[in-house]
């Protein structure tokens, strides 16, 4: 199993700050990463795929990047709503899995 | 657009099934896999199991001896059985489409339905 690991699983942050997001693979794989936006009680939202395709409808200050076993997920000016839980997911091997999650919070 | 809606009981009690299923509408259930997500209370999100039209299965390890997943098509539905439940089943479940294409992603979502494990 590819097990995923996000850093860090805490960020306070202010509005208009740059925020990083890390997920590493256990395993090298290829760039079938996707990340998500959850906020409390809705369900998570499609931000970006295939490690760097900007999902259509979502703010172009989100974006990510990365190969092989580490990839970030980068928001370049923070705003109010953003304000959320932030996942990566591998879809490159079975059994899919999930990183533990990035609680991002005002500062 | 398309939409995806979990319906299924709100409380199963300890040793019985889970079934939930979810409605798709606004479009074609063709050519795409359609999965099961869920989260615990206050945690993360864990992968159940994805089926395509195929009838093809994928499930989580972790699940599959009590898992079943099946396709309704014609009712634009697809279902979760989930067997011998415990308390540490208790979670948000969602459903979701899975783009069938190599690394395809979940988008949409359903907006997920709570089902508690208790007596």
């Known amino acids: 199993d590819i097990q995923l690991t996000q850093s860090p699983s805490f960020l306070s942050a202010s509005v208009g700050d740059r925020v990083t997001i890390t997920c590493r693979a256990s395993q090298g794989m290829n760039n079938y990463l996707a990340w998500y936006q959850q906020k409390p009680g809705k369900a998570p939202r499609l931000l970006i795929y295939a490690a760097s395709t900007l999902q259509s409808g979502v703010p172009s200050r989100f974006s990510g990047s990365g190969s092989g076993t580490e990839f970030t997920l980068t928001i370049s000016s923070l705003q109010p709503e953003d304000f959320a839980t932030y996942y990566c997911q591998q879809l490159s091997s079975y059994p899919l899995t999930f990183g533990g999650g990035t609680q991002v919070e005002i500062k | 657009q398309m939409q995806l809606q979990e319906s299924g009981p709100g409380l199963v009690k300890p040793s019985e099934t889970l079934s939930l299923t979810c409605t798709v509408s606004g479009g074609s259930m063709n050519s795409y896999y359609w999965g099961w997500i869920r989260q615990p209370p206050g945690k993360g999100l864990e992968w159940i199991g994805l089926i395509h039209l195929s009838g093809t299965t994928y499930y989580n390890p972790s699940l599959k001896s009590r898992v079943t997943m099946s396709l309704h098509v014609s009712e634009n539905q697809f279902s979760l059985k989930l067997t011998s439940v415990t308390a540490a089943d208790t979670a948000v479940y969602y459903c979701?489409?899975?783009?069938?294409?190599?690394?395809?992603?979940?988008?949409?979502w359903g907006q997920g339905t709570l089902v508690t494990v208790s007596s």
């Open positions: 979701g489409r899975r783009m069938a294409v190599p690394g395809g992603w979940f988008d949409p």
